[in-house]
C-alpha cells in the first residue's frame, strides 16, 4: 500500500491537482489586472509550501509557548527586520493572516470600542475596514467620514480638516482601495495632530511604489501602518503592522492573543523572502515599470474617449467612469 503522505498529489487527490493545473494555465494564459492577484516569485512560492506549514509557534520571537521554535524565531525576526528597513519603520509585526486582521489589531490598540473615528468614505475610494457600517470597524466605533471633491475627483483636504475639527476623531484613518491619486500623508498627519487625533494609514494598494520611493510614504507621519503584503508588494497573501515603537508593545498584544491565535509560519517565512526581494534594486525598477505600464494604460483609454476619474492616475490604478455609457 502507497505512504500517501509521500505520494505526489496528483495520486492523493486528482481533483485539486488538475484543478491547480488549470489554474497554472489561467494564470499563464490570461490578462491578470487586479491588483491583489499579483505573481510572486518561485522563491516565495516555494517558502510558502514548505515544512514551516507543519510549526505552530503563539508568541513572537524568543518568547514562544511551544518548544522547537529556533528555527521559526530565525525565520520570523528576519521578515520583521527586512519590513522594517524596507519601510523605515520603528517596529513591525509580520504575524497578520490579512490586511482587515491587520486593522482590527490597531483599531484595539489605538481606542476604545464607541470611539470616534474619521475614514473615508467607501463610495469614494475607501474601505471596508474604514469604518463600513456592515464592517467591525463601523458598527463598533462613531463613524465620521471624508471624500473627494465633486470638481477634482481628488482628496479635499479643506473638508477633511473641516470635518476632523467638528468631530474630533480619536483616529484618523487615510489610505484607499479605489483612488489613483498620490496621498498627502504629511498633510493628514498635520490634520490629525491639529485635533489630537491619532494617524493610522492603510497602504495595501501602494505599498509597492512606497518601498520604492515611488509615493509618499505615511511612516514619518503615521502612528500606524498597516498593509497586505500580496499587492503591489509580491508577496504571499498576507498582513503587516508597522508604528512607532511606542505602539509595539500595545500592537503585538493586541493582536496575539487579540485577534489571532499561532500565526502562519510558512507565510511568514514567504513574506521575509517577498521583502528581501522588495529592498533589491530590480524590485525598485519594477515598480517603475507598473507605474509606467498604468499612464501608458490611462492615456490610451482616455484616447479612445473614455473619461478617467480625477483625469488620470499617478499609481497602479485607474477609474473609469462608464456611468455617461450607461
Not at 530565525?74 to 522594517?84: C, F, L, N, P
Request: proline share 4%.
Amino acid at each position: 500500500m502507497t505512504d500517501l503522505r509521500n505520494a505526489p498529489i496528483a495520486e492523493v487527490d486528482p481533483v485539486i491537482s488538475e484543478a491547480i493545473d488549470n489554474e497554472v494555465a489561467r494564470q499563464a494564459n490570461g490578462l491578470e489586472l487586479i491588483a491583489s492577484e499579483n505573481f510572486v516569485s518561485e522563491a516565495v512560492l516555494e517558502a510558502a509550501g514548505s515544512v514551516f506549514t507543519n510549526k505552530y509557534a503563539e508568541g513572537y520571537p524568543k518568547k514562544r509557548y511551544y518548544g522547537g521554535c529556533e528555527w521559526t524565531d530565525v525565520v520570523e525576526q528576519t521578515a520583521i527586520d527586512r519590513a522594517k528597513e524596507l519601510f523605515g519603520a520603528e517596529h513591525a509585526n509580520v504575524q497578520p493572516h490579512s490586511g482587515a486582521q491587520a486593522n482590527m489589531a490597531v483599531y484595539l490598540a489605538a481606542i476604545q470600542y464607541g470611539d470616534q473615528i474619521l475614514g473615508m468614505k467607501l463610495s469614494h475610494g475607501g474601505h471596508l475596514t474604514h469604518g463600513h457600517p456592515m464592517n467591525f470597524s463601523g458598527i463598533s466605533y462613531k463613524v465620521a467620514d471624508y471624500g473627494v471633491s465633486r470638481e477634482t475627483e481628488q482628496i479635499d483636504y479643506n473638508e477633511l480638516q473641516r470635518i476632523a475639527e467638528e468631530h474630533k476623531p480619536k483616529l484618523i484613518v487615510c489610505g484607499a482601495s479605489a483612488y489613483s491619486r498620490i496621498i498627502d500623508f504629511r498633510r493628514i498627519g498635520e490634520i490629525a495632530k491639529g485635533v489630537g487625533a491619532r494617524m493610522f494609514a492603510d497602504i495595501a494598494h501602494i505599498a509597492g511604489p512606497v518601498a520604492a520611493d515611488l509615493h509618499p510614504s505615511p511612516v514619518p507621519h503615521a502612528d500606524y501602518v498597516t498593509t497586505t503584503t500580496h499587492k503591489t508588494l509580491r508577496g504571499p497573501r498576507g498582513g503587516l503592522i508597522l508604528c512607532k515603537e511606542e505602539h509595539a508593545k500595545e500592537i503585538d498584544r493586541k493582536l496575539f492573543p487579540g485577534v489571532q491565535g499561532g500565526p502562519l509560519v510558512h507565510i511568514i517565512a514567504a513574506k521575509a523572502v517577498a521583502f528581501g526581494e522588495a529592498l533589491r534594486d530590480d524590485f525598485k525598477e519594477y515598480q517603475r515599470q507598473i507605474l509606467a505600464n498604468a499612464k501608458a494604460l490611462a492615456n490610451e483609454l482616455q484616447e479612445q474617449g473614455l473619461r478617467l476619474v480625477s483625469g488620470g492616475t499617478d499609481n497602479h490604478l485607474m477609474l473609469v467612469d462608464v456611468w455617461m455609457d450607461g
